[in-house]
């Protein structure tokens, strides 16, 4: 018995590696002057928490990073019980989540309508120009095919052509159901893929199916030919990149820092990092450089 | 789990009926292929007792792949649909398979191929006449468990936009819609014990009665 | 393969998460099933209860099983304690069958002469049954370490840590990242399985001795 003892408290402290193995994501509620910053599952959200993370740390600010937790329904709740305080947010999809009939679609209707409708104890910083929104995407064959500009110009075809995008597409009210309504475009079929991931641009560009949901800032859409549709009738209401963050941790340093990362981010920055993303660079050292050049 | 009885759910394209067949089909293409390259290899190594740390050696190492790296590798190599799905669970499936065979056919008493010998049976004719009928058990063990495998992995086939139970899991992953979830998982658990049922069938109706341990399901 | 030398903080971190999440359910499953196995192995009814029950719980898919794990035990959605407890399951379901035929082989006249020597049943069972039974123990241990370091990852799926986000943010962005991940893996499992057999060869000196 004492060599089973032994042995068990061997494995122990080889497992262990450092301290106690359940304190660390074991309780889930940080202390009360570290950050836990958190990223939804695709690139251009890692990236953006990474410059968060970086640009407080630098300043003095104590963070832990918990990147690529899922999308909107999963980490929204991890934001809300404590586990995570701040999140890099597109306001037009977040203001859908938290109230699901808004109609605001314009840059700053949206970020005030979601000020409004944000839970109390959450609070969304200053918005960034930066916009990247969900776009019905299409190969170049299939524009040429269908002579196609805007959504609208799709909608006769709809009924033919298979659609994929996030599982969570076949829910959300700027999703599926958005399409009906705002465009009369009802698909064929719909395929559950990714989040504007490899899987998507894989299965668009094999054809299993015709058109997409990429993000507009996706690399991927020029370098595989690709064609985002307009958006005429603004289903994808304004997508400014703003972060979300438990109020009790927004000090004045902290709202100081992001706001001044939101003010120098805009589109173009946000279409440079991701092509450096794709480019196999390291999410971690892209933020740092930018927060180099930008000068926080 | 009212999820599960909403007849809604039970139609229409991507309804459970169709789920379920594709999840059925998945399984038992995975075992036919997992089979056709497992049975002659572990037989073969069984048969001559040449090689067997290799088998053991790759069965432990096959089992340590984890199946999301192997469908997401294959997915950057061939794109997505039926490939990656089937290579990831075939790699899941062989270990037991081959195993299981090896291990049933090193267990025939030696005096009874022996005496096969000693009739003059041909060699191919004691592997297929006497070895494997009598190594069966243990082969179904090993088909027992990779069926189980298989069944309960290609639920992550859904990951790379492939359908099958596992659509429902990850949907209901994606909704936060937990009894989706949970009804996902309740039709994956029943369509294992059911398919574990069938090779207990399969079992009773093609192992000899006289066989020594043929009612035993095998190392599971 | 050049990402694994210039990222090695992150692979190491990633590794001891892995390593974290992989060997405490080993350690909690083990725990857990020597008294079911006990009880497995002494009564017909509790056998006749555990043995299905453990095989059902063994094909609930893993990424299930993590995700409702927070309604079963009230955690939150991102706690590491979710697929600690999930994969303890998987181990639990795996063991009491190792354990219970463990002692099954354990030999009558085993059993009678330690009655015979005045050892009550508590101390017979943790002094001779049990170490009797480490063969065995150690061989569905085994399974486990390595069937948990390769499950492990699909808690990732969930944002959780380990080899899994290796794949996930190889998948997006540079296939190198996921072979990091995949090395890892094997060689986790590797080292895993080879401590097992040592221990099991230290726990049992006797059957050096007998040879």
Request: some cysteine.
């Amino acid at each position: 018995m004492k060599r089973i003892a032994t042995a068990v408290a061997a494995v122990m402290l080889l497992a262990g590696c450092g301290g106690d193995p359940l304190s660390s994501g074991g309780s889930g509620q940080s202390s009360s002057d570290t950050i836990v910053v958190g990223s939804a599952n695709f690139p251009e959200s890692r990236l953006i928490a990474e410059i968060y993370a970086e640009a407080l740390s630098a300043k003095g600010v104590k963070v832990t990073k918990k990147l690529n937790i899922g999308n909107r329904e999963l980490y929204f709740k991890g934001v809300q019980d404590g586990s995570i305080d701040l999140i890099p947010e597109y306001t037009g999809v977040l203001l859908r989540h938290v109230k699901k009939e808004s109609t605001e679609v314009a840059p700053d209707e949206v970020y005030e309508a979601l000020k409004k409708a944000l839970p109390s104890g959450l609070i969304v910083l200053d918005k960034s120009t930066a916009e990247d929104k969900d776009a019905v995407v299409v190969t170049k064959a299939t524009v040429a095919q269908y002579s196609l500009k805007s959504i609208e110009d799709l909608v006769p075809y709809c009924k033919n052509l298979v659609f994929g995008g996030p599982p969570e597409f076949q829910q959300r009210p700027d999703g599926l159901a958005g399409l009906k309504a705002k465009y009369n475009c009802e698909f064929k079929e719909f395929k559950a893929l990714d989040v504007g991931g490899p899987v998507t641009v894989a299965a668009l560009k094999d054809g299993s199916v015709q058109a997409a949901d990429l993000f507009t800032t996706d690399s991927a859409i020029s370098a595989n030919d690709f064609v985002a549709l307009e958006d005429p009738k603004n289903l994808f209401a304004a997508q400014n990149v703003t972060p979300l963050i438990n109020e009790k941790k927004a000090s004045e340093q902290v709202r100081s820092i992001l706001n001044a990362i939101s003010k120098k981010l805009d589109t173009k920055t946000l279409l440079d990092l991701n092509a450096k993303l794709s480019a196999k660079q390291e999410a971690d050292k892209v933020a740092k450089d930018w927060l180099a050049s930008a000068g926080i | 789990m009212g999820w599960l009885f909403d007849p809604a759910h039970w139609s229409g394209s991507t309804g459970i009926p169709v789920r379920i067949v594709e999840h059925f089909t998945y399984t038992w293409l995975t075992l036919l292929i997992a089979a056709v390259i497992a049975v002659p290899l572990g037989a073969f190594v069984g048969h001559t007792g040449r090689g067997g740390f290799l088998i053991v050696g790759l069965t432990n190492g096959l089992r340590a792949l984890p199946t999301l790296a192997v469908l997401i590798i294959v997915v950057l190599w061939a794109g997505i649909g039926d490939v990656p799905v089937y290579t990831a669970l075939v790699l899941l499936a062989v270990p037991p398979i081959m195993a299981g065979t090896y291990a049933g056919i090193r267990a025939v008493e030696p005096s009874i191929v022996d005496a096969a010998r000693g009739v003059g049976m041909h060699e191919g004719g004691v592997l297929l006449q006497v070895e494997l009928p009598n190594a069966l058990p243990l082969v179904f063990g090993g088909f027992r468990g990779a069926a189980l495998q298989v069944v309960s992995t290609a639920t992550i086939a859904a990951y790379v936009g492939a359908g099958g139970l596992g659509r429902f899991v990850f949907d209901g992953l994606a909704f936060q819609e937990y009894d989706q979830m949970l009804g996902g998982a309740v039709l994956v658990a029943v369509l294992a014990v059911l398919v574990d049922l069938v090779f207990v069938g399969l079992q009773k109706l093609t192992v000899s009665p006289g066989v020594v341990g043929a009612g035993s399901g095998g190392n599971r | 393969m050049t990402w694994i030398f210039e990222n090695w903080d992150k692979f190491l971190e990633a590794s001891g998460v892995h390593l974290r999440l992989a060997v405490i359910p080993v350690l909690l499953g083990l725990v857990v099933a020597i008294p079911l196995g006990w009880l497995a192995n002494r009564s017909r009814s509790a056998s006749a209860v555990l043995m299905p029950l453990s095989n059902v719980l063994y094909t609930v898919p893993s990424l299930a099983m993590i995700v409702i794990m927070p309604v079963l035990l009230g955690s939150k959605i991102l706690d590491e304690i979710n697929i600690i407890v999930a994969l303890t399951i998987y181990t639990v379901a795996l063991l009491i069958r190792n354990i219970a035929d463990g002692l099954h082989s354990v030999p009558g006249h085993v059993v009678a002469a330690a009655n015979a020597m005045g050892f009550r049943p508590l101390r017979r069972f943790l002094t001779v049954e049990l170490p009797l039974a480490v063969p065995v123990t150690i061989a569905g241990l085994r399974v486990a370490m390595v069937s948990n370091i390769s499950m492990v990852s699909i808690g990732a799926l969930i944002g959780l840590g380990g080899y899994g986000q290796l794949f996930i943010q190889g998948f997006q962005s540079n296939e190198d990242i996921i072979w990091a991940g995949l090395i890892g893996t094997l060689v986790l499992a590797f080292i895993g399985d080879v401590l097992l057999q040592l221990a099991g060869r230290v726990l049992t000196p006797w059957v050096r001795a007998g040879r």
